[in-house]
């Protein structure tokens, strides 16, 4: 039996169109969630079909493709959907943040700065910051439309009630351009500092919830907090034990049974690009 | 606390129909500052609806409701943006539901239930915010220490206090109140309505309360409007509506009242 | 003017649950009370002489005539004055001391007392002060004050009510049966005051059944049963 032939990057060009329309209004309004008609894809819900369907959307022949997932590019699913593009796309890829063009993250932003010569795509599962608040789809919308974002002060209230500190360490809300209030995906908090003022386009696709939204290059991105209470990256006080780096988002890593443990960068590539240069000196 | 001589609600020829079946109709009146206003009635009366349509909650079929903002242009509040509506709710008005569970976050700290009003004005200081908390809550005589507890652990005497405090942290002008003590305990019923008394005096509120209860207008409310299917029956002064009625429903009703 | 007038009133209600049969009470009442003045009304139980002063409170209704209170140097009709006037006159200008004290749940006796200062906008410290003066004066002991009056005894009650009723300073004050439960010292307490308001120019419309301080507080006594309808 023959394989089937794909259309570039498998999506037919009127899906890739419609995505494309969601993802110019959403760069037009920064933060904002833009519904669109998310397609069945050959992977189930929940393993990255939102940033699959907009990295197809804007995928041509001479993009260079990276993918991650929580920064390395070696995990079972950062390996899957880049042979998924490989192959019916047949673009180029790279684990190389420097090298491509565009990058399909899960949970993590690169510690290479971006340029603007870049994308990053991240897979969201949960595109709504005030959904563990508020269940009502109509709700939270309109809370959206007027602005109403007392709701999300009411949870960093509850967290230093109640532990002393804001509790958030991951999909930290951020509001951005002075009026969207967005979650920027299951990144650690560590990340958040790297949306603001971005050279690169970023865009959120989630699949499941059939919402896109972006921040256009250069956008004002500020992690929600108290005036007593600020914002703090929050990082482990350790060093890389691979490459030595001590500004890096640490993976903690489980040597043995008795306790043992090292630390080394999430961004594997980062972190390999580190110890090439360490050895060239 | 001055008053003002323009009023600050005033409803005109207020009608509301649920299809064929009347909620009300025809109700007028002026209400000003720092006045007290009771509809009072039976199951059935019109009294809510009345309430959800000066609150804006329901549209009226016909008739409208005016009220003058803190700029002091009086406005139609049916003219009013979704955003305006939300800011007013949020910042000049108090609702006060019977059932307090309609009225907070059940699971979210009752400091918390209290600061959001702050919070969605603008207040971005914790200490404050939970300082501004911490003294309404005493102010409605809930203890310090239950400050973090959600309201789920509230007794119901407890949440409708907390409903009340979340409702004037704003420093609202008017504020409705539809049965605010129904179904609470009689000695729980009385140091609320002591309180709600205490504090409308003291904030110089104006309130529009709904209750079927003649004590609790005649402790809280200086004027009265008495309703029944829809249409008010007889309306004036409280203690001379509840002392001196003339229409045959009031009577009927004011003698009902079992003697203490 | 005088700062109380009354022309042409009538009263009658109707009691719509007894089929709708009518009690008139008085027709054609007529008299004033000037400035400093004390005038007792008097007559037989039921001849409607609490029914007048509750008129004159704008507590009841009153069917024909005019009651000019004179407010502000203005004359207004308590008879068709709408609620908020009403209310405002009750802050300005006519007080009522009825003759039982509607007591309100949890409020201390001092706080009773001091509430019309405070409505009025003195600061609550001052009234209290003021209110724990009369109170004393009253015979009611400080122990008391800060207990809410629905446990006292009527006496104790009554004394309450009337140190309400004295302590704001207003032009028209309304007394139904203010001596009733009361001893006599606290009765000549009680005309001591009547007396004193009289001094500064009060003009005072009384309902009091006994002789004697009718007598010593009544510059004039009308007998209410020439308006009765019988």
């Known amino acids: 039996m023959n394989a089937p032939a794909y259309n570039f990057a498998y999506l037919d060009e009127q899906t890739k169109r419609m995505i494309r329309r969601a993802i110019l209004k959403a760069i037009a309004i920064p933060g904002y969630q833009v519904p669109f008609a998310s397609r069945e894809m050959p992977m189930p819900y929940g393993w990255g079909t939102g940033g699959v369907q907009v990295t197809a959307s804007i995928l041509g022949p001479d993009d260079v493709l990276k993918v991650i997932d929580q920064g390395s590019d070696d995990t079972t699913n950062a390996v899957s959907i880049r042979k998924f593009f490989a192959k019916t796309a047949g673009v180029q890829t790279t684990t190389r943040t420097a090298e491509a063009t565009i990058i399909q993250t899960r949970h993590r932003i690169p510690e290479t700065p971006l340029t603007e010569d870049q994308v990053l795509v991240f897979q969201v599962p949960i595109p709504e910051p005030l959904r563990f608040l508020e269940p009502r789809e109509t709700e939270t919308r309109r809370m959206h439309a007027l602005a109403d974002y007392g709701l999300m002060h009411v949870k960093l209230y509850e967290d230093i009630a109640r532990h002393g500190h804001i509790a958030t360490t991951y999909a930290y809300p951020v509001k951005v351009d002075g009026r969207y209030v967005m979650d920027p995906s299951p990144t650690p908090k560590f990340d958040n500092p790297k949306m603001d003022d971005c050279a690169a386009l970023q865009l959120f696709g989630a699949g499941r919830e059939k919402r896109i939204y972006a921040i256009p290059p250069h956008t004002r991105v500020v992690s929600l907090d108290f005036e007593d209470h600020p914002f703090e990256r929050g990082r482990t006080p350790k060093t890389c034990e691979l490459c030595g780096a001590n500004d890096t988002y640490l993976d903690e890593v489980v040597t043995d049974d008795m306790g043992g443990r090292l630390f080394v960068c999430s961004d594997s590539d980062y972190c390999e690009k580190r110890r090439g240069a360490e050895q060239a000196k | ?260 | 003017m005088n700062p109380l007038q009354l022309t042409g009133v009538a009263k009658s209600f109707t009691m719509h649950l007894q089929g709708g049969v009518r009690l008139p009470v008085v027709a054609d009442v007529e008299f004033a009370v000037g400035a400093g003045e004390c005038v007792a009304l008097a007559g037989p139980s039921g001849t409607g002489k609490s029914s007048v002063l509750k008129m004159i409170f704008g507590n009841y209704r009153c069917d024909a005539g005019q009651i000019l209170v004179r407010h502000e140097g203005e004359p207004i009709d308590v008879a068709r004055a709408d609620a908020r006037a009403i209310l405002k006159l009750r802050r300005t200008t006519i007080g009522y001391v009825s003759q039982f004290l509607r007591a309100v749940p949890r409020v201390a006796a001092i706080d009773v007392v001091a509430e019309p200062l405070v409505a009025a906008g003195v600061p609550r410290e001052t009234a209290r002060g003021r209110a724990g003066d009369l109170l004393a004066r009253l015979n009611v002991p400080e122990r008391l004050w800060g207990l809410p009056p629905a446990t006292f005894s009527g006496g104790e009650q009554q004394r309450v009510n009337i140190a309400r009723g004295f302590l704001p300073e207003l032009p028209i004050l309304l007394l139904d049966e203010p001596t009733a439960s009361l001893d006599a010292d606290n009765r000549a307490i009680v005309m001591d005051l009547i007396t004193e308001k009289k001094k500064c120019g009060t003009a005072i419309a009384s309902i009091v059944h006994d002789d004697d301080v009718r007598a010593r507080t009544a510059d004039r006594v009308i007998d209410i049963t020439r308006f009765a309808v019988r």
């Open chain 2, 1 to 260: 606390m001055t008053e003002s001589d323009a009023p600050l609600l005033l409803a005109e020829g207020l009608t509301k129909y649920y299809g064929r079946q009347l909620g009300c109709r025809d109700v007028s009146f002026a209400l000003y500052e720092g006045e007290v206003l009771a509809v009072v009635g039976e199951s059935g009366s019109g009294k809510t609806t009345l309430l959800q349509l000066l609150s804006t909650q329901l549209t009226p079929s016909a008739g409208h409701v005016r009220y003058r903002l803190r700029d002091g242009v009086t406005r139609d509040l049916a003219e009013l943006s979704e955003a305006e509506r939300r800011f007013l709710f949020r910042t000049d008005w108090g609702y006060v539901h019977q059932d307090a569970a309609l009225g907070l976050r059940m699971n979210v700290s009752a400091g918390a239930n209290v600061g959001e009003r702050l919070m969605a004005v603008g207040w971005r200081h914790y200490g404050r915010i939970r300082g501004a908390a911490a003294t309404w809550l005493d102010r409605v005589e809930i203890e310090a220490d239950r400050i973090d507890d959600p309201p789920l652990t509230y007794s119901g005497g407890m949440r409708q206090r907390l409903q009340i405090a979340r409702n004037l942290v704003t420093q609202p002008r008017l504020v409705f109140m539809d049965e605010p003590t129904g179904g609470l305990d009689v000695s729980v019923q009385a140091r609320l309505l002591d309180l709600l008394r205490g504090l409308v005096t003291e904030l110089g509120l104006a309130a529009v309360i709904v209750t079927h209860d003649l004590a609790v207008a005649r402790l809280l409310s200086h004027r009265i409007m008495v309703m029944k299917g829809g249409e008010v029956i007889e309306e004036g002064l409280t203690d001379q509506v509840l002392d001196d009625p003339r229409e045959p429903y009031t009577q009927l009703l004011v003698s009902s009242i079992l003697p203490a």
